[in-house]
């Protein structure tokens, strides 16, 4: 399996950016569908976007079409989320995770990942 983990996170104003990024280690990264999920305080886990494991297919929820990135740079091992016109409704634990699926699939359900990081706080101020 792969080791996950995420930085970035703070505290924002409505209507800002932040960059969140998840480094990888102990596996061949380049060959695991990558995802960013996140947890408000009493909901679920939901998922946020996804990359295939070349790059090539993305997936995003739609309550972030438009305003979130998922991309991944396989050489530095490493996966971010670009987040602009943040709300506050996007306050949540983010969590980035990894799946073992074929080429140009991209993953959007919990069960499907099979390695995830310790999440880190996104707050945003409105």
């Known amino acids: 399996q792969v080791q996950l983990v995420e930085s970035g996170g703070g505290l924002v104003q409505a209507g800002g950016s932040l960059r969140l990024s998840c480094a990888a280690s102990?596996?061949?990264?380049?060959?695991?569908?990558m995802g960013w999920f996140r947890q408000a305080p009493g909901k679920d886990r939901e998922f946020v976007a996804g990359?295939?494991?070349?790059?090539?297919?993305?997936h995003y929820a739609d309550s972030v079409k438009g305003r979130f990135t998922i991309s991944r740079d396989n050489a530095k091992n490493a996966v971010f989320l670009q987040m602009n016109s943040l709300k506050p409704e996007d306050t949540a634990v983010y969590y980035c995770?990894?799946?073992?699926?074929?080429?140009?699939?991209?993953?959007?359900?919990?069960?499907?990942?099979?390695?995830w990081g310790q999440g880190t706080q996104l707050t945003v101020s409105s």
């Open positions: 990359i295939s494991w070349n790059g090539g297919n993305t």
């Open positions: 995770a990894a799946a073992g699926v074929p080429a140009g699939v991209v993953v959007t359900t919990t069960y499907a990942y099979s390695s």
């Open positions: 102990g596996h061949t990264f380049s060959s695991y569908a």
